[in-house]
């Protein structure tokens, strides 16, 4: 079933017309300001199967934790953000924030980033897979069905 979701005047609406290729709870300090709490949890998936309607968002630019462009999407009406592009990721993707969705519950996270300023009360379940920072390979994190359909 497709996942809906929009910003909080709902102005913009989504539709992903795909299952994530993965879900990222990301700790960096961005993460934490932009959305006023412990981490983001974004939904990676490609631009082609975000479906949005409405208003379009307004974006600005920050620099990541690598350095390179993050583009941070909200609506201009209620200043919700409903997604990210970071260049520094493959692929033509869209980071949707699951907050978002309609039902939050509907995703899990597969993986926690940057839990180097992870805060301190936070306890990520028992087993998942986390990294201080970012993670380069990507085979030993993504599901192999994910791996396909990013590479094509
Ligand atoms: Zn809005
Ligand atoms: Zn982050």
Redesign the pocket.
């Known amino acids: 079933m497709a996942l809906q979701g ?7 609406r989504y539709t992903l017309t795909n299952a994530p290729l993965i879900v990222h709870a990301c700790h960096c300090r961005d993460c934490q300001r932009v959305t006023g709490g412990p981490h983001v949890i974004n939904i990676w998936i490609e631009r082609k199967f975000v479906e949005r309607s409405g ?1 379009a968002p307004k974006s600005f630019l920050l620099k990541g934790g690598s350095g390179k462009d993050h583009e941070v999407f909200f ?6 953000y409903v997604w990210s592009r970071y260049s520094v990721a493959p692929g033509d993707c869209l980071f949707v924030r699951a907050g978002t969705l309609d039902d939050p519950a509907a995703v899990t996270p597969d993986v926690h980033i940057f839990t180097r300023s992870k805060l301190p009360w936070v306890r990520l379940p028992e087993g998942v897979q986390c990294f201080e920072a970012a993670y380069k390979d990507f085979s030993a994190v993504w599901r192999a069905e994910s791996l396909k359909r990013l590479r094509g």
């Open positions: 929009g910003c909080s005047c709902g102005n913009i208003a609506c201009p009406d209620c200043g919700t």
